[in-house]
Nanobody, 125 residues
Framework: QLQASGGGLVQPGGSLRLSCAAS??????????IGWFRQAPGKEREFVGR????????SYADSVKGRFTISRDSAKSTVYLQMNSLKPEDTAVYYC??????????????????WGQGTQVTVSS
């Protein structure tokens, strides 16, 4: 299982950094792509971004491009989601998930095998 942490309440324009780490198994980032997803109240869960295994290429949803950055620390088997210039519409529960699917499949949450419990991010003044 994965564990996402670092959520909280932040004002519009502020920043947060979420972390994603494994519990109960070794998250070898050379073998797993890590995706970030979010679900706002009353809405379906949506893709936020992902960092692919191996070389670590990243991809982001248009709604967060230029504001969010995914990085990883392989030594710590931890992936981060740096969120800047936060907006009220970024309010959601954020989840991280792991997959070994090919690159083109990393946008589909159905291809992810391991999920975390999520962490709440609230952007409000």
């Amino acid at each position: 299982q994965l564990q996402a942490s670092g959520g909280g309440l932040v004002q519009p324009g502020g920043s947060l950094r979420l972390s994603c780490a494994a519990s109960g198994f070794t998250l070898t980032l050379d073998y797993y792509a890590i995706g970030w997803f979010r679900q706002a109240p009353g809405k379906e869960r949506e893709f936020v971004g992902r960092i692919f295994r191996g070389g670590g290429s990243t991809s982001y949803a248009d709604s967060v491009k230029g504001r969010f950055t995914i990085s990883r620390d392989s030594a710590k088997s931890t992936v981060y989601l740096q969120m800047n210039s936060l907006k009220p519409e970024d309010t959601a529960v954020y989840y991280c998930a792991a997959t070994r699917v090919v690159l083109s499949g990393t946008y589909d949450e159905g291809n992810y095998n391991y999920w975390g419990q999520g962490t709440q991010v609230t952007v409000s003044s």
